[in-house]
């Protein structure tokens, strides 16, 4: 169908802007703006005189509210270009895209169209709002925009005169050495209130006051001016034992962060001050949710000192024979009885690497063990009445009891 004729048929239904009659035939006028094109189509018999003034340098532009296709869309874009930029100076980027909702009667309405002449050299109005407001912003920050995985997308609400916004989570990877016992690594609602608030909890809805998650986190939230945040650590340690050595590696993804560039030295300095001899972190860096995914499904051998006591004397001789038993053995661990309220009732094979027993006096010894990822250390200590076979206990033949208990290393995977 040729160009003269579309006209036709397009005018025919209703008055139509300059930017929709020019739009259903773009492709055929290859880097001529959309509403170029409608002047000179809307002024011109032939297709010789719809090139002759396409060469015209500023055709005069017909916009009008009651364009049967926009609804006048196109007599709006400027006013909200002015709230984009608004919304814009809010944040910090380096790369964006726009988008837009559109009222869903233009939508039909253009389809309809379709249906009666050829779409295949038209363009939706959609995209034209989101390239040409796109370009603008581009030009306005001097910045390319990012199709792929940009950091902030600015959607142009027309139905609601608003701009929002979509912004990509800021990742910080990190690892934290927890120097004091009784403190968990991420928040637990108090038991009392649920997390609402009580006297109980001092109306901070926490049954802890400090967690390795508020301690880094509070942070990281107020030098990026965010409100939410996810704390993602590579397994976690109990709330009575350290995590010592290097540390253990931690991601916190920062929800819809204002501020995308903080000064992560600054940060880590300020959290190992106010953390006050509690936890220290090192090594911040800005991360991604693909290494979320690595921290989190990785299997790392873990390396710990257990300080343990026996009801019934033990000797040298007692402690090289559990040495001998567990070293390289596969042990078999039911659910310990402390976590079996929240977790599922099942046995997990788990292999000890190494143990080492030291002998502290009759009755205390003291173990360095290293074994695989997701050993209870606790219970290969106590046997938890012969859920954890073989054990410690088991083959001492007495009552064991862990007493203090350190991580000393988060080995690399397959890595020692």
């Known amino acids: ?114 249906t009666e002449i050829p779409p295949e050299d038209a363009e939706p109005v959609r995209r034209e709002i989101n390239r040409e407001l796109g370009k603008k912003l581009s030009q306005h920050l001097k910045m390319e925009p990012e199709f792929e995985e940009p950091e902030i997308v600015f959607i142009l609400n027309f139905e609601q005169k608003k701009v929002e916004t979509q912004v990509r989570s800021l990742y910080i990877y990190g690892k934290y050495r927890k120097l004091k016992r009784g403190i968990p690594q991420t928040k637990w609602p108090c038991t009392h209130c649920k997390g609402e608030g009580c006297e109980e909890c001092e109306q901070t809805g926490k ?20 409100k939410e945040h996810k704390f993602h ?8 034992a350290l995590m010592l ?35 220290e972190v090192q090594n911040l ?59 599922a009732d099942r046995v997990r094979k788990r292999k000890v690497h190494t143990i080492k027993l030291q002998k502290e006096n009759e009755n205390q010894f003291k173990a360095k063990i290293r074994a695989e990822s997701g050993t209870y250390i606790k219970e290969l200590i106590s046997g938890d009445y012969g859920r954890t076979r073989p054990s410690v206990a088991e083959i001492l033949k007495t009552q064991v009891t862990p007493k203090k208990l350190n991580v000393l290393k988060i080995h690399e995977p397959n890595n020692d």
């Open 1 to 114: 169908m040729d160009t003269i004729t579309i006209k036709t048929k397009i005018l025919e239904k209703g008055e139509t802007c300059d930017h929709c009659l020019g739009r259903q035939v773009t492709h055929r006028y290859k880097g001529i703006k959309n509403e170029h094109i409608g002047a000179a189509i809307r002024h011109s018999n032939t297709e010789k005189e719809i090139k002759e003034k396409i060469e015209q340098e500023k055709p005069q532009i017909k916009l009008t509210k009651n364009c049967f296709l926009c609804k006048g869309l196109f007599t709006e874009t400027d006013k909200m270009y002015s709230k984009l930029l608004e919304e814009v100076n809010q944040w910090e980027f380096q790369n964006f895209l726009v988008g837009s909702k559109i009222p869903n009667e233009v939508v039909e309405q253009q389809e309809k169209l379709w």
């Open 245 to 279: 050595g290097e540390g253990r590696p931690f991601v916190v993804e920062m929800v819809t962060p204002k501020r995308r560039n903080p000064d992560l030295e600054e940060v880590q300095e300020k959290i190992n001050k106010q953390s006050k001899g509690m936890i």
């Open 285 to 343: 860096r800005e991360s991604n949710s693909e290494e979320v995914v690595k921290l989190k499904s990785e299997k790392r051998d873990k390396t710990y000192e257990v300080w343990a006591e026996t009801r019934d004397k033990v000797t040298e001789k007692d402690l090289k024979k559990v040495e001998k038993q567990l070293e390289e053995q596969e042990v078999e661990q039911r659910t310990p009885t402390r976590v079996s309220h929240r977790r």
């Open 207 to 226: 049954q802890y006051k400090h967690t390795v998650e508020d301690l880094v986190a509070e942070n990281l939230m107020e030098a990026t001016q965010t």
């Open 233 to 240: 650590g590579a397994g976690r340690e109990d709330k009575d």
